[in-house]
């Protein structure tokens, strides 16, 4: 004998309960509370780091790096390429999609000849240079900005402007307590101070940005690790700061050694930085890439790419060459060396096909 689900007390419940009615919840608390953010605020403007494999391991997209409405952070020892990264390439992409820029120098090392040779537009129309050292100016800055840019375009929010922010660094900028114990010549140390503002900071600046066209890329030292089990390089400022952050970098230096076709030489031609991403929404987190840096030429877009698409499986190793088979079955047989410019534009626009078949292949085995 058969059960008629229309007997069961809990059917009978569930039919009878009234779907929820939010339109008059959303109007009172939008009254009440000031600034309210109501929906999703997903991203939809990416600034490209200049490097593809770089973008991907971030965003998860070969043309993506990071967003406006977050706050990502470049963390790395001296000359590991923070500055070359966020205030070169990410400033030069994101003035070339209109975005105004307010770079804040607390280091006093960017010159005007430097940015220019990366590219980077000094016209006060499209960049603003500020030179600040301290972590509470910093903050009232950031803060008076959002306040009046909020106030401004409060009418017509998709329309506002688009800004980025960049800070560089935050390791260099002096708390008040630093410039009292400097004039009174008795240097004791902040006793926490900076990490808690530092952390506020960052804080302050993802609740204020929200859903709005701003983002925030900032700069940050990191000192040795003295844990042997956990070996990783840490970022000055304590964890709340990362906690705070939505996206995080570590970056490490390391010699590049090569000529302009790749062969080894002995010479230092420029820098190899390391780059693993440790925060990510939008990625699987703790990947790395490594970017070639010359002095002479700059980072290539390119660089790194073969690495991954090895760690991927697109490329397989085959005898001294890398094979690649695309979407279609075709397969394309180089040397390592070959893999360069149109070939690797190639693999780029058939990885996500790629991809879909093998979770859909995935699937099936389940």
């Known amino acids: 004998m058969g059960i008629n689900c229309t007997d069961c007390p809990l059917d009978n419940n569930i039919k009878m309960t009234k779907p929820f009615d939010a339109t008059k919840f959303r109007k009172s608390i939008t009254k009440s509370i000031q600034g309210l953010g109501i929906g999703f605020n997903d991203p939809t403007d990416w600034i ?24 990502t952070v470049l963390a790395g020892e001296s000359g590991s390429g923070k500055s070359f990264l966020a205030s070169g390439n990410l400033v030069r992409n994101a003035q070339q999609q209109g975005i105004y820029v307010i770079l804040i120098d607390s280091e006093n090392a960017l010159d005007k000849s430097w940015l220019e040779a990366l590219g980077v537009d000094t016209d006060e129309k499209k960049l603003l240079r500020l030179s600040l050292s301290m972590v509470d100016d910093v903050a009232k800055t950031v803060s008076d900005f959002m306040k009046g840019y909020k106030d401004e375009h409060a009418d ?14 935050l390791g260099m900028l002096l708390t008040p307590t630093d410039v009292k114990q400097f004039e009174d010549g008795e240097m004791k140390g ?76 002995t010479e230092v031609r420029g820098i190899r930085a390391a ?58 047989l180089e040397f390592r060396k070959a893999w360069v410019g149109t070939k690797l534009d190639m693999l780029m626009k058939d990885f996500d096909k790629l991809s879909q078949a093998s979770s859909q292949d995935d699937q099936l085995k389940d």
């Open 48 to 71: 490209s780091t200049g490097n593809y494999a770089l973008n991907y391991l971030i965003s998860g997209d070969f043309n993506r790096g990071v967003p406006l409405g977050k706050v």
């Open 275 to 332: 780059c693993k991403v440790m925060k990510t929404r939008f990625s699987k987190p703790f990947e790395s890439v490594q970017v070639k840096i010359p002095y002479e030429t700059g980072m290539d877009p390119y660089s790194g790419l073969v690495d991954l698409f090895e760690k991927k499986g697109v490329l397989t190793q085959q005898g001294n060459r890398l094979k690649y088979v695309d979407s279609s079955g075709k397969e394309t």
């Open 190 to 265: 902040d006793l926490g101070r900076k990490p808690k503002a530092l952390t506020a900071l960052v804080r302050n600046c993802v609740n204020m940005f929200g859903s709005w066209n701003v983002g925030l890329i900032a700069t940050n030292h990191t000192y040795a690790s003295q844990d042997m089990f956990d070996p990783d390089d840490k970022i000055s400022g304590g964890q709340g700061f990362i906690y705070a952050s939505s996206i995080v970098i570590a970056m490490k230096k390391l010699k590049l050694k090569e000529d302009e076709k790749g062969n080894k030489i």
């Open 156 to 169: 017509d929010k998709e329309n506002a402007p688009k800004v980025l922010i960049v800070i560089d660094s």
